[in-house]
Protein backbone atom coordinates (compact mmCIF):
# COMPACT_ATOMS: atom_id res chain seq x y z
CA UNK A 1 0.00 0.00 0.00
CA UNK A 2 1.35 3.23 -0.69
CA UNK A 3 0.68 6.77 1.42
CA UNK A 4 0.49 9.88 -1.01
CA UNK A 5 1.14 13.23 0.79
CA UNK A 6 1.19 16.55 -0.86
CA UNK A 7 2.00 19.88 0.36
CA UNK A 8 2.70 23.00 -0.98
CA UNK A 9 -0.34 24.63 -0.82
CA UNK A 10 -1.59 28.42 0.19
CA UNK A 11 -3.20 31.45 -0.44
CA UNK A 12 -1.67 33.26 -3.50
CA UNK A 13 -2.34 36.36 -5.53
CA UNK A 14 -3.83 36.12 -8.92
CA UNK A 15 -0.63 35.75 -11.28
CA UNK A 16 1.74 34.51 -8.76
CA UNK A 17 3.62 31.00 -8.97
CA UNK A 18 2.98 27.72 -6.45
CA UNK A 19 4.30 24.33 -6.28
CA UNK A 20 3.10 21.64 -4.94
CA UNK A 21 4.64 18.09 -3.71
CA UNK A 22 3.71 14.64 -3.34
CA UNK A 23 5.65 12.71 -1.31
CA UNK A 24 4.93 8.75 -1.66
CA UNK A 25 5.41 6.23 0.93
CA UNK A 26 5.10 2.54 1.27
CA UNK A 27 4.73 0.62 -1.11
CA UNK A 28 5.17 1.02 -5.14
CA UNK A 29 6.08 4.36 -6.54
CA UNK A 30 9.25 4.11 -9.50
CA UNK A 31 6.71 2.17 -11.25
CA UNK A 32 3.60 3.69 -11.54
CA UNK A 33 1.99 6.63 -13.41
CA UNK A 34 1.10 9.47 -10.95
CA UNK A 35 -1.43 12.72 -11.42
CA UNK A 36 -2.70 15.72 -10.02
CA UNK A 37 -6.42 16.30 -9.87
CA UNK A 38 -8.08 19.07 -8.29
CA UNK A 39 -12.04 19.77 -6.92
CA UNK A 40 -13.17 23.44 -6.50
CA UNK A 41 -16.51 23.91 -3.94
CA UNK A 42 -19.85 22.45 -5.47
CA UNK A 43 -17.87 20.86 -8.63
CA UNK A 44 -16.53 17.66 -9.91
CA UNK A 45 -13.03 16.84 -9.44
CA UNK A 46 -11.33 16.66 -12.23
CA UNK A 47 -7.93 16.00 -13.99
CA UNK A 48 -4.76 18.33 -13.75
CA UNK A 49 -2.00 16.53 -15.08
CA UNK A 50 -0.54 13.18 -15.39
CA UNK A 51 2.99 11.64 -15.87
CA UNK A 52 4.57 8.43 -16.68
CA UNK A 53 6.33 6.24 -14.47
CA UNK A 54 9.67 7.03 -16.74
CA UNK A 55 8.72 10.72 -17.25
CA UNK A 56 7.66 9.56 -21.10
CA UNK A 57 4.38 10.73 -21.39
CA UNK A 58 3.26 14.12 -19.72
CA UNK A 59 -0.75 14.49 -20.79
CA UNK A 60 -1.92 17.98 -19.17
CA UNK A 61 -5.42 19.63 -19.57
CA UNK A 62 -6.16 22.31 -21.56
CA UNK A 63 -6.88 24.88 -18.38
CA UNK A 64 -3.02 23.26 -17.29
CA UNK A 65 -1.34 23.49 -20.63
CA UNK A 66 1.21 26.00 -20.85
CA UNK A 67 1.06 27.17 -17.29
CA UNK A 68 2.02 23.92 -15.40
CA UNK A 69 4.78 21.67 -15.26
CA UNK A 70 4.33 18.21 -14.32
CA UNK A 71 7.73 16.69 -13.28
CA UNK A 72 8.32 13.23 -10.49
CA UNK A 73 11.80 12.81 -9.19
CA UNK A 74 11.54 9.19 -8.50
CA UNK A 75 15.08 8.84 -6.45
CA UNK A 76 12.71 10.83 -3.97
CA UNK A 77 9.11 9.13 -4.29
CA UNK A 78 7.94 12.75 -5.15
CA UNK A 79 5.77 14.35 -7.76
CA UNK A 80 5.23 17.68 -8.20
CA UNK A 81 2.98 20.66 -9.83
CA UNK A 82 4.56 23.41 -11.11
CA UNK A 83 1.58 26.42 -11.52
CA UNK A 84 2.52 29.67 -12.78
CA UNK A 85 0.40 32.34 -13.73
CA UNK A 86 -2.51 31.37 -11.18
CA UNK A 87 -5.77 32.75 -12.18
CA UNK A 88 -8.72 32.71 -9.40
CA UNK A 89 -10.38 29.87 -11.54
CA UNK A 90 -7.39 27.60 -10.01
CA UNK A 91 -8.92 27.79 -6.54
CA UNK A 92 -9.49 24.67 -5.69
CA UNK A 93 -8.04 21.47 -2.99
CA UNK A 94 -5.60 19.72 -5.74
CA UNK A 95 -5.20 15.70 -5.32
CA UNK A 96 -1.84 13.61 -6.05
CA UNK A 97 -2.85 10.54 -7.23
CA UNK A 98 -1.06 7.27 -7.98
CA UNK A 99 -2.18 4.95 -11.46
CA UNK A 100 -2.76 1.28 -11.27
CA UNK A 101 -0.44 0.94 -13.59
CA UNK A 102 2.92 3.16 -15.22
CA UNK A 103 1.35 5.14 -18.07
CA UNK A 104 -0.16 8.58 -17.74
CA UNK A 105 -3.84 8.25 -17.43
CA UNK A 106 -6.50 11.48 -17.22
CA UNK A 107 -9.22 9.26 -15.74
CA UNK A 108 -9.93 9.15 -12.14
CA UNK A 109 -11.05 5.54 -12.51
CA UNK A 110 -7.46 4.84 -13.50
CA UNK A 111 -5.54 6.05 -10.29
CA UNK A 112 -6.09 3.35 -7.13
CA UNK A 113 -4.76 5.67 -4.38
CA UNK A 114 -5.02 9.33 -3.70
CA UNK A 115 -3.38 11.86 -1.53
CA UNK A 116 -5.65 13.84 1.41
CA UNK A 117 -5.10 16.84 -0.90
CA UNK A 118 -3.71 20.12 -0.23
CA UNK A 119 -5.71 23.49 -0.64
CA UNK A 120 -4.82 26.44 -3.32
CA UNK A 121 -6.51 29.88 -3.14
CA UNK A 122 -5.97 32.41 -5.68
CA UNK A 123 -7.25 35.79 -4.04
CA UNK A 124 -6.78 39.51 -4.37
Known amino acids: QVQLVESGGGLVQPGAPLTLSCAAS????????MGWFRQAPGKEREFVAS????????LYSDSAKGRFTISRDNAKNTVYLHMNSLKLEDTAVYYC?????????????????WGQGTQVTVST
Open 97 to 113: ARAYEGWAPTTIADFGS
Open 26 to 33: GRGFYNYG
Open 51 to 58: ISWSSASI
